[in-house]
């Protein structure tokens, strides 16, 4: 049940993000360029990755694109 929790949570983040991309019309190239980091990681925080690395890069996502972080 815990790990169906997570999933759902990381579905959640997931679709903002890609929702807010989408408002703002930029991509999550033009965003990884922008925090400094590669696409891959950019890909990796995004979907869900519960990293430390993950997280701070979903701060900073969360803050490019002025999103409230969920908690």
Known sequence: MAEEA??????????????RLIDRNMSQKEVAEMIGITQQQMTRAVAGA????????????YKILDMKEER
Do not use: N
Request: aromatic share 0%; no cysteine.
């Open 50 to 61: 519960s990293g430390p690395r993950d997280v701070e890069i979903r701060h900073q996502i």
């Open 6 to 19: 997570l999933q759902e949570a990381a579905t959640a983040v997931k679709k903002a993000i890609k929702k």
